[in-house]
């Protein structure tokens, strides 16, 4: 997927006994422009390729039909199906909303509801609000960087409770991370 570099932070409702975090998904405008992008050239190599094959201009750019079919237009032909199959995959992400979700904390059933979307199915998590220990902020710094609020719950593996594109701003997370630590009246780990 691709990131989107104007996400907006996580929207929350909330009150003192009630939190519901807004997670955003795939439907990101870098993903629309991206598989834009791909449909427009995986069409333009598919067509080449054709108009090399039969000797017949099917693009108005260009002179196609003047290319040998082996191996540029077969190889033209590869790399449209490629970059089709890849524009199909993505507008599948944007049209399910892949990841989008919602985070919500009720302390009066002492129950945090994680729902995602998935492909096939709605992925939802129950969690005691009791079994949480901590906010821990899961900082990576580098190339691949990675900006994610975690839960610490007993028994299970630490889970990231914010969504994937972009890395945000440190200041923005330590503030959403401290909001929330405050509201389940637990530590918040991670800050050097």
Do not use: H
């Not at 540029?72 to 524009?87: D, F, R, T, W």
């Not at 401290?178 to 918040?188: I, K, M, T, Y």
Request: charged share 20%; hydrophobic share 40%; with cysteine.
């Amino acid at each position: 997927m691709a990131i989107d570099s104007q996400d907006r932070p996580i929207e929350a409702n909330s009150s003192d006994t009630y939190l519901e975090q807004i997670i955003k998904g795939s439907r990101k405008f870098s993903n629309y422009v991206v598989s834009t992008m791909l449909t427009i050239g995986g069409i333009g190599f598919l067509l080449a390729s054709i108009s090399s094959y039969f000797g017949k201009d099917l693009l108005p750019l260009g002179k196609p039909s003047t290319l040998i079919f082996v191996p540029q237009g077969l190889v033209m032909g590869l790399y449209g199906i490629a970059a089709s199959l890849l524009a199909i995959y993505l507008w599948s992400l944007v049209s399910v909303d892949f990841g989008s979700g919602v985070n919500t904390f009720d302390k009066k059933t002492g129950i945090l509801f994680l729902s995602r979307r998935a492909y096939f199915k709605e992925i939802l998590v129950e969690i005691p609000i009791k079994d949480i220990q901590s906010v821990k902020m899961d900082i990576k710094e580098g190339f691949n960087a990675r900006r994610r609020i975690c839960l610490k719950v007993k028994g299970r593996k630490d889970i990231p409770i914010t969504g994937t594109g972009s890395p945000q701003p440190l200041l923005q997370l330590e503030q959403e991370a401290a909001q929330l630590a405050r509201f389940l009246e637990v530590n918040l780990e991670g800050l050097t």
